[in-house]
């Protein structure tokens, strides 16, 4: 009777396995949203874009595009986007309500991303596919080889806002700026970096563009931030960044987090119940200890008197 209710248990416990194991790689699209089609061209712009919000949102479990390293999770592991098997089988319809929708450990970037965010991921993605015919690459901008290629930066602090120019040096020797790139300007905050590129950073004709700094974001007490300005995609030109110390900020008395009264502060300034917890604590246990040694001591006396 025992050895069946176990052989019960196992095949019930197989089962619920089973069932969420193919439940996490089962995917029920509908046949409407197979159909949704991708309304962004394949323009290097878009793929740049695209690339910049998949490292911030996807990076992370999915892993590089066609490298296969993705987050080893159990029992099902992330997708490689960027493979060609993940591709062919899936439309753009397809991925969009997955990343729409999410399911099991995959998140829903329903309300997180904007739809223009979410093709742009797919733009992207569709970027490795091999076989892909419908819409071919469009190249947005040609920029002439070069090399030699420069970042400068200038900064106007009456206007608060801050541009760059990237430019290199073609086969003729004459120095051109670089059309369509797009650049990155970061602030440097106490636990990562704050964009602050605006919605069009990429640069113009002459290699240039601008940004308006935000009018309310606080610097040090002489309004000074740390700003790292790059090129988002280093494709193009490999690694171009600077950092610089400008004063756009908003001069603000910094507060140090722990010189308050809280769980992360330093010794002196932890909170009162903390204190009276392990004061108390420690006057109860060394009470208890003196009582238990005085107890010790009268114990002959009481043997005496017993005598």
């Given amino acids: 009777m025992k050895n069946t209710i176990k052989n019960i248990a196992a095949l019930f416990l197989i089962f619920i396995f089973s069932g969420s194991l193919a439940n996490a790689q089962g995917w029920s699209v509908p046949s409407s949203a197979k159909k949704k089609q991708n309304p962004y061209e394949a323009t290097a712009k878009n793929i740049s874009s695209g690339k910049k919000i998949y490292n911030l949102n996807c990076k992370s479990c999915h892993g590089d595009p066609t490298m ?65 015919k419908e819409r071919q690459q469009v190249a947005e901008i040609k920029n002439p080889e070069v090399t030699d290629v420069k970042l400068e930066l200038k900064v106007n602090e009456a206007e608060k806002n801050m541009s760059a120019k990237l430019s290199g ?51 040090d007490r002489e309004g000074q931030v740390n700003m790292l300005v790059k090129v988002t995609d280093d494709a193009f030109y490999g690694k171009l960044e600077e950092a610089r110390v400008v004063t756009l900020g908003v001069p603000t008395d910094p507060v140090n987090p722990l010189d308050e009264r809280a769980m992360w502060g330093t010794r002196a300034n932890a909170p009162i119940w903390i204190i009276v917890t392990f004061v108390g604590g420690v006057v109860g246990i060394w009470s208890v200890i003196f009582l238990v040694l005085f107890q010790m001591i009268k114990l002959p006396k009481l043997a005496s008197k017993k005598d």
């Fill in 169 to 219: 040096v073609t086969k003729t020797g004459k120095r051109v700026g670089l059309q369509g790139i797009e650049m990155s300007f970061l602030v440097k905050r106490s636990f990562g970096f704050l964009d602050v590129s605006g919605e069009d950073p990429y640069t113009n004709e002459k290699g240039d563009v601008q940004i308006q700094f935000p009018k309310d974001l606080p610097g």
């Fill in 68 to 132: 296969a390293n993705m987050l080893p999770l159990a029992p099902v592991a992330p997708t490689d986007l960027g493979s060609q098997n993940f591709l062919v089988q899936s439309s753009d319809g397809e991925i969009y309500y997955k990343v729409n929708k999410g399911q099991g450990a995959m998140p829903t970037f329903e309300k997180t991303l904007s739809d223009e965010d979410k093709w742009m991921v797919i733009t992207f993605l569709r970027s490795f596919d091999k076989n892909k």
